[in-house]
């Protein structure tokens, strides 16, 4: 049988119970070149990172996103969700996304990477993108974090439609967001362990 078969459908999802969030006592906000420091010492004592970005949405054809703003790394203990209008801030993030020798895994990171690059002016370093890993190994061509959450947790991911398209660009991100972004990272993290790839 085609591993393709065994990949979870929205109807089976939408059956499991639920995948267990981070909170928001383990998710720390970071918009600041010192709070960036900080969340630096504590990535770099794990070798990888779940990695994501959120960017504002665009509503007009025409119109092209200026994002990321936001950055989301996590670890298996708590998630950091970076904001990027601060100057010192954005400088901090690109030199964590360029250090080589830390995974930073996530899912369809090829437009992120494209995003990175532009806006912050770096190639992210040693980027596995798990949807590659799914692939790799006969799943269906995109698996995505419901998906792989699904298939490796038993457990449905839960993602909101408003914290997706909601104004990632503004001064202060709501409780809704910070739990959107992070969790993302997280749950990619937590994908990456339950593959053995560590």
């Not at 969340?39 to 949405?57: H, I, M, N, Q």
């Not at 269906?140 to 660009?169: E, H, P």
Request: overall charge positive; aromatic content about 8%; charged content about 20%.
């Amino acid at each position: 049988m085609h591993k393709q078969d065994l990949t979870p459908s929205k109807e089976q999802i939408a059956l499991l119970p639920e995948f267990a969030r981070l909170g928001l006592d383990r998710i720390v906000l970071v918009s600041t070149a010192a709070q960036a420091h900080a969340a630096r010492t504590e990535l770099c004592t794990s070798k990888v990172w779940g990695f994501d970005t959120e960017s504002k949405p665009t509503f007009v054809k025409e119109q092209v996103s200026d994002g990321p703003h936001v950055v989301q790394l996590a670890t298996l203990e708590r998630a950091w969700v970076f904001q990027l209008f601060d100057p010192e801030c954005s400088a901090s993030v690109a030199q964590l996304l360029a250090l080589p020798g830390y995974t930073k895994a996530g899912f369809g990171l090829g437009d992120d990477r494209k995003r990175i690059q532009s806006k912050l002016g770096v190639q992210a370093a040693d980027v596995l993108d798990l949807n590659t890993v799914f692939r790799e190994r006969g799943y269906r061509k995109d698996m995505g974090v419901k998906g792989a959450v699904a298939l490796m947790f038993t457990q449905r991911f839960i993602k909101s439609k408003k914290a997706a398209t909601s104004n990632w660009a503004a001064p202060r991100l709501s409780d809704g967001q910070l739990i959107y972004a992070a969790n993302d990272a997280y749950a990619a993290m937590c994908v990456f362990g339950a593959l053995g790839l560590s």
